[in-house]
């Protein structure tokens, strides 16, 4: 439920996308805060991922703690992002074990 507020608070001061009908007009810096509120976003994402073990294959050979998993996925440049995430899949489908 964290991360899903966390997310909530960094996309909602985004400015609004434009009308379908005016699309191409939307500021620069609109435009920007909407790339920068996406990456954020998904860097929280695998973070929330990897410290509830929906990672596969894993990470690491053990599960994170969630304030560490999300320190370090913010922490890394574009390229290491990229880098760690690409073999590996967020896999929420999966069904809880009760």
């Not at 985004?14 to 379908?20: D, L, M, T």
């Not at 005016?22 to 810096?29: I, L, T």
């Not at 390229?79 to 074990?97: D, V």
Request: glycine share 2%; proline share 8%; charged share 25%.
């Amino acid at each position: 439920m964290d991360c899903y507020k966390r997310i909530r608070e960094v996309i909602a001061p985004v400015p609004k996308p434009p009308e379908i009908m005016n699309f191409g007009v939307a500021p620069v810096a609109d435009l920007k805060a909407s790339c920068e509120a996406v990456e954020k976003s998904t860097r929280l994402l695998w973070a929330c991922a990897a410290a509830t073990d929906k990672i596969a294959p894993r990470l690491w050979d053990y599960v994170p703690d969630y304030t560490s998993s999300i320190d370090y996925f913010l922490g890394l440049n574009d390229l290491e992002l990229m880098a760690i995430t690409k073999p590996h899949r967020i896999m929420w489908e999966e069904a809880a074990q009760v």
